[in-house]
Nanobody, 120 residues
Framework: QVQLVESGGGLVQPGGSLRLSCAAP????????MGWYRRAPGKQRELVAA???????NYADSVLARFTISRDNAKNTVYLQMNSLKPEDTAVYYC??????????????WGQGTQVTVSS
């Protein structure tokens, strides 16, 4: 079982910033797409941002220009820099690592989740 270790959540005021980190085993980090998902109370889990092994990024419309995903291959860590936070960003944030093989088999691993609360 692959373990993804998240950190960086917490309570922040509207307009503030947080940075989430997710450390992954070196055996998978360099070849997996890394992503951040979130689940708000009463809502389905949604993709926030993702970054491929080659560095191509993808963002949910709701976080464009506010959040930035990046990866440090030397540290096997993916980051989510969250700026201009809004109360609607409040959710449990989950790190994800996934890869689809040439044969179509999908590997999919999840972190334990970290709470982000945006409130005054």
């Amino acid at each position: 079982q692959v373990q993804l270790v998240e950190s960086g959540g917490g309570l922040v005021q509207p307009g503030g910033s947080l940075r989430l980190s997710c450390a992954a085993p070196g055996s998978i980090f360099s070849i997996y797409t890394m992503g951040w998902y979130r689940r708000a109370p009463g809502k389905q889990r949604e993709l926030v941002a993702a970054i491929t092994a080659g560095g191509v990024t993808n963002y949910a419309d709701s976080v464009l220009a506010r959040f930035t995903i990046s990866r440090d291959n030397a540290k096997n860590t993916v980051y989510l820099q969250m700026n201009s936070l809004k109360p609607e960003d409040t959710a449990v944030y989950y790190c994800n690592a996934n890869r689809v093989t040439a044969g179509g088999y999908k590997y999919d691993f999840w972190g334990q989740g970290t709470q982000v609360t945006v409130s005054s």
